[in-house]
């Protein structure tokens, strides 16, 4: 492995799921050796529970799938052969290293010269048969390639069939499923209710894949289960927007809940539901908030053209930040410039309190990130007054998150 695995850690996270017993817990833990193996990325500690959640609920092939199909993509190639290679690289379990199968097969293919024309089979099931040879080659078995040709020359002649002649025809079609993008929440009334913990994953689950895309659900199941790392940039301001309808949805989740019919909701809600229960303990986002608030500043900028930059440091400085965290309506002209949690001084910070602002709090640490004068000073759009004005006024791009932070400021 390229990188560590702590198989104590993740057989101590397994033994807190709940209804689990020592032998799901050996197979959990023999999931995840495999599953780093194959994945050859860091595992951060915090993770760990996680993903004892995801191994037990066998949504780690599917992450899987999708880094490797990341890793070898090629433009010459259309996507849903590469997706078809992987998957079926990744149903050979001898194959330790899939990234690697999957670009030996896919050159295999690349490497040949197929017939254009005449009575044969036609260049497509001459690269799906070559695409079979080399999977069989590199697991030790003797290629037939005109046998392969004679299968595919009688076979349905989709590409669902094509992936169960090549393997891993189940995880093809998760992965290719075409349904229409999600749809967005209609509005609900709260009926007063107090729901309990499953009505609010319920209510969660829907609110973090509503009006997503194929290729978004993706990126809201890999930050679930623990396997996206806090310090990537990608996705980053889509997963904030996530993080916000969450934090909207707790104020009111009425029974029953919506039920949308996706195969990521029953394989997240473990996850969802363990952080439900553990405190809305979500993965982090970030390792550095004022970076994820440089980065979104940028996205917005972009996005709003008429937005000035200040404008969208105002912003962003309002929206990145997690679920314990909240913004304060007030004042403070006399803070000192240098925050009093060490930080700016480039020294070992000290935790503040909950009641105290400090915009350097990190992820799971809660209480307050911002307030009208630490925002002012941050986006440089003068003075507190301003900064209120500014944010009572706008109308860009997560200007509903800027009322429900004005509505919520404490």
């Known amino acids: 492995m390229a990188e560590p695995f702590h198989p104590d850690l993740l057989?101590?996270?397994?033994?807190?799921?709940?209804?689990?017993?020592?032998?799901?817990?050996?197979?959990?833990?023999?999931?995840?050796?495999?599953?780093?193996?194959?994945?050859s990325r860091p595992v951060p500690e915090d993770a760990y529970p996680l993903l004892a959640v995801s191994l037990r609920a066998g949504i780690d092939d599917l992450v899987l799938a999708t880094q490797v199909i990341?890793?070898?993509?090629?433009?010459?190639?259309?996507?849903?052969?590469?997706?078809?290679?992987?998957?079926a690289v990744?149903?050979?379990?001898?194959?330790?290293?899939?990234?690697?199968?999957?670009?030996?097969?896919?050159?295999?293919?690349?490497?040949?010269?197929?017939?254009e024309d005449g009575p044969g089979p036609g260049p497509l099931l001459w690269q799906i048969a070559e695409y079979r040879a080399a999977l069989d080659e590199l697991t030790g078995s003797e290629p037939d390639l005109e046998r392969y040709l004679r299968d595919l020359t009688a076979s349905p002649g989709t590409m669902q069939a094509f992936a169960e002649f090549l393997g891993g025809a189940e995880l093809f079609v998760q992965l290719t499923r075409t349904e229409l993008d999600v749809p967005e929440l209609d509005e609900v009334v709260c009926d007063g209710t107090s729901p309990d913990s499953e009505t609010i994953t319920s209510w969660l689950l829907a609110e973090l894949y509503a009006g997503t895309s194929s290729s978004q659900r993706r990126v809201v199941t890999e930050w679930l289960t623990g396997l996206r790392s806090p310090t990537s940039q990608d996705d980053?301001?889509?997963?904030?927007?996530?993080?916000?309808?969450?934090?909207r949805r707790l104020a009111c989740c009425p029974s029953p809940a919506p039920r949308l019919d996706l195969p990521e909701l029953e394989r997240v809600r473990p996850v969802v539901s363990a952080a439900v229960r553990n405190g809305l303990s979500f993965p982090p986002l970030w390792t550095d908030r004022s970076a994820a608030i440089n980065l979104a500043a940028s996205k917005l900028r972009l996005e709003t053209n008429t937005a000035t930059w200040p404008i969208s440091m105002l912003v962003a400085s309002v929206v990145v930040r997690s679920l314990h965290q909240d913004v304060h309506q007030a004042a403070d002209p006399d803070r000192p410039l240098d925050c009093a949690c060490g930080a700016d001084l480039h020294s070992l910070r000290t935790p503040r309190r909950p009641d105290e602002v400090c915009p350097h709090r990190p992820w799971p640490e809660p209480g307050r990130v911002e307030d009208l004068t630490t925002l002012a000073r941050t986006a440089r759009v003068g003075d507190e007054n301003l900064a209120q004005l500014h944010l009572k006024r706008y109308q860009g791009l997560w200007r509903e998150w800027i009322g429900d932070a004005r509505d919520r400021m404490d």
């Open 236 to 247: 980053l301001a889509f997963l904030v927007d996530r993080i916000r309808r969450v934090e």
């Open 11 to 39: 057989r101590d996270a397994a033994a807190r799921l709940p209804g689990i017993d020592p032998g799901a817990i050996d197979a959990v833990v023999e999931r995840g050796i495999q599953f780093a193996q194959r994945l």
């Open 90 to 115: 990744l149903s050979r379990p001898e194959l330790s290293d899939p990234v690697a199968a999957a670009r030996t097969v896919l050159n295999r293919a690349a490497s040949r010269r197929f017939p």
């Open 70 to 87: 990341e890793e070898v993509s090629r433009p010459e190639l259309p996507p849903v052969l590469v997706t078809m290679v992987t998957t």
